[in-house]
């Protein structure tokens, strides 16, 4: 992470530092779809029997990442469905 030396650096430069950083952030959210299906953390842990702490290191891998709605955690049932296809599994929903 890189460090920035707010005592020296100016208004302009702060306010242009700000827009890079929230452009980035901007390509990190994944748009959803207005009437797609969206699991709470404890409906997708329970679907693929797995724990919190899993949903947490598949989010880090990139395995299978969540959906923020304000401050809450939502997974989206058709990346779950992608997931459970990519394993090999069977989709019997």
């Given at each position: 992470?890189?460090?920035?030396?707010?005592?020296?650096?100016?208004?302009?430069?702060?306010?242009?530092?700000?827009?890079?950083?929230?452009?980035?952030?901007e390509g990190f959210k994944q748009p959803c779809k207005e009437n797609e299906e969206l699991w709470s953390r404890q409906e997708t842990a329970d679907y693929f029997q797995v724990s919190f702490q899993t949903l947490h290191n598949w989010k880090k891998h990139k395995?299978?990442?969540p959906v923020s709605v304000g401050t809450?955690?939502?997974?989206?049932?058709?990346?779950?469905?992608?997931?459970?296809?990519r394993k090999g599994g069977s989709d019997e929903n």
């Open positions: 992470m890189k460090n920035l030396m707010i005592e020296s650096t100016s208004v302009d430069e702060l306010m242009e530092r700000l827009r890079v950083v929230l452009n980035e952030i395995v299978l990442i809450r955690v939502y997974y989206k049932k058709t990346d779950v469905d992608a997931l459970l296809n």
